[in-house]
């Protein structure tokens, strides 16, 4: 079940996704709600590694970024910020063991819902 106690111990900085939320709790976990169940970000960070697409790599990852990083869900956020770094450097790197790493992260979370 979504709460403020299971985010927390799914690695997500509840303090800090609250307080971007104004400290409103139902608000906060609607927020969370929605962005785990949005799939375009994470299906489009796929398409991009399935495809070694590293613009729309990069794009994709930061868009996930930035919603997880307004939300603290910091344990997820963490590997998307690291690929969405390797992306915007252009670098040759593992993407597909990174995806792994994100979509685990995600799993943990969406899990909760």
Do not use: Q, W
Request: with cysteine.
């Amino acid at each position: 079940m979504l709460s403020l106690d299971s985010l927390k111990s799914a690695g997500a900085d509840t303090a800090e996704g609250m307080a971007r939320c104004l400290n409103n709790e139902a608000f906060y976990l609607r927020m969370v709600r929605m962005a785990l169940e949005d799939n375009k970000g994470i299906d489009a960070l796929k398409a991009a590694v399935e495809s070694g697409d590293k613009k729309a790599g990069f794009e994709a990852a930061h868009g996930l970024k930035g919603v997880l990083a307004n939300l603290a869900l910091t344990s997820y956020l963490k590997p998307v910020s690291e690929v969405t770094e390797l992306y915007r450097a252009g670098a040759d790197a593992d993407y597909a063991a990174y995806l792994n790493e994100i979509l685990a992260e995600r799993e943990k979370f969406t899990s909760l819902l």
